[in-house]
């Protein structure tokens, strides 16, 4: 009768302890972040998209970096600086201009048409805005100049101020 008891108090214990075999805590994860939305952005990102902005309006240009390296194909920096330029120059249209290290001029001229071609695609109906070769139209800043932009980015600007289209694609400013 014992052996019956121990075997029965055996099994009960090794039912009960079943479960909590099952419940092994989740690994961490490595490698990707979690499916849905991102993190926050840093609340200071706002105030410094609108600076972001300017540079782009006066420097007006693209690099190598902004095509997949040895194509003529543009890279998604390139399809982001593109739209990015749609949008402000919209109004008042302009030209953007490539700088290129590359030394194929076959490459150059087609990567030049394709971003024309990316830009007559993303803003029909808008000024004209092209890309051609040339140097970046900004004339770049000094140290004492740079050391102030530090002021000058931790004034109050939001995105809701800065520069964006509206619906029917004119420009609107706040």
């Known amino acids: 009768m014992v052996r019956r008891r121990n075997g029965f108090s055996t099994a009960v214990i090794a039912a009960c302890l079943c479960p909590l075999a099952a419940c092994v805590p ?11 939305y991102s993190e ?21 240009s693209l690099a190598d970096i902004h095509f997949v390296p040895h194509t003529t194909e543009l890279s998604a920096t ?17 030209t953007i201009h490539y700088d290129p290290t590359e030394k194929n001029e076959k490459i150059v001229k087609a990567r030049i048409d394709a971003a024309n071609e990316f830009l007559k695609q993303t803003s ?5 805005i092209t890309v051609a ?7 770049g800043m000094g140290s ?9 980015a931790k004034q109050p600007e939001t ?5 964006r289209l509206n619906v029917e694609g004119k420009s609107t400013s706040n």
């Not at 070769?133 to 004339?139: D, K, Q, V």
């Open 26 to 36: 989740d690994k961490p994860r490595l490698n990707s972040p979690p499916v849905g």
């Open 40 to 60: 926050p952005q840093h609340p200071m990102s706002e105030y410094f998209a609108y600076h972001n902005d300017q540079g782009m309006i006066h420097d007006l």
């Open 78 to 94: 390139g399809q982001a600086r593109l739209e990015r330029y749609a949008e402000l120059l919209a109004t008042r249209g302009g």
């Open 124 to 128: 029909p109906g808008t000024k004209t």
């Open 133 to 139: 070769l040339g140097i970046a139209g900004g004339r």
């Open 144 to 152: 004492k100049e740079a050391s102030l932009g530090k002021e000058v």
């Open 159 to 163: 995105r809701q101020r800065a520069y």
